[in-house]
């Protein structure tokens, strides 16, 4: 069976310091990727998106940055993170095509 | 702009009670419709999909899709205090594209 794994589970960073978030994929091969965050209270944001290694498709222009390494691995990033990326990131997968979303357990980011 | 709309709640039903969430799309050709529960601090959980015109039933939850309408919805049959969530409307509008997701539903079950 399929499972992703997210981590860490929470995190509290200062303002300017840096960020990587790596989330895995098992059970499967060529899983389309994504980024999401969820502000409080708020509905899911598409950060990023990849359909294939090095593939990487942004939504909302911003200082964060994603990669994707290896074919299950992807990875949010950034340099220096601000105030207003405090929020709950997800990571997801899917098979491409009309398929669901598989979630993994979040990243609790607060910046402080 | 594709958009998926929900009314954001909170919808309250007392236990026992059928919970009805509602969801409008604005890509006629969406091919496939999904509905998640996120616990509050959990990630969303998949809980039904429909891809045909109709109603899918799966145990308390029906989900039912009018295409010509634009419309998906879910129902929770003997609403139990644990539906208590955030309930998830997402669609596939192109294959192989990110899934737009709604703003969610608030639903509160009252013992």
């Known amino acids: 069976s399929q499972t992703i794994h997210q981590w860490p589970a929470t995190l509290v960073q200062p303002v300017g310091s840096p960020l990587s978030l790596e989330c895995t994929v098992e059970?499967?091969?060529?899983?389309?990727l994504y980024w999401y965050r969820q502000a409080a209270g708020r509905g899911l944001q598409l950060l990023f998106y990849?359909?294939?290694?090095?593939?990487i498709s942004s939504e909302v222009p911003q200082n964060l940055s994603a990669s994707r390494p290896q074919d299950r691995q992807f990875i949010l990033s950034s340099k220096k993170l601000l105030l207003s990326d405090s929020g709950f990131y997800l990571c997801?997968?899917?098979?491409?095509?009309?398929?669901?979303?598989?979630f993994g357990q979040g990243t609790r980011l607060t910046v402080v | 702009q594709k958009e998926v709309e929900q009314n954001s709640g909170p919808l309250s039903v007392p236990e026992g009670a059928i919970a009805s969430l509602n969801c409008t799309y604005s890509?006629?050709?969406?091919?496939?419709f999904f509905w998640y529960r996120q616990y509050s601090g959990k990630s969303p959980e998949l809980i039904m999909f429909?891809?045909?015109?109709g109603d899918k039933e799966d145990g308390r939850f029906t989900a039912q899709l009018n295409k010509a309408s634009q419309y998906v919805s879910l129902l929770i049959r003997d609403s139990q205090p644990s539906d208590s969530a955030t309930y998830l409307c997402?669609?596939?509008?192109?294959?192989?594209?990110?899934?737009?997701f709604g703003k969610g539903t608030r639903l509160s079950v009252i013992a």
């Open positions: 997801a997968w899917t098979r491409g095509g009309y398929t669901e979303a598989f």
């Open positions: 059970g499967t091969s060529n899983p389309n």
């Open positions: 990849s359909v294939g290694i090095g593939q």
């Open positions: 890509d006629r050709g969406s091919q496939s």
């Open positions: 429909i891809y045909s015109n």
């Open positions: 997402a669609v596939n509008m192109q294959g192989n594209t990110p899934l737009v």
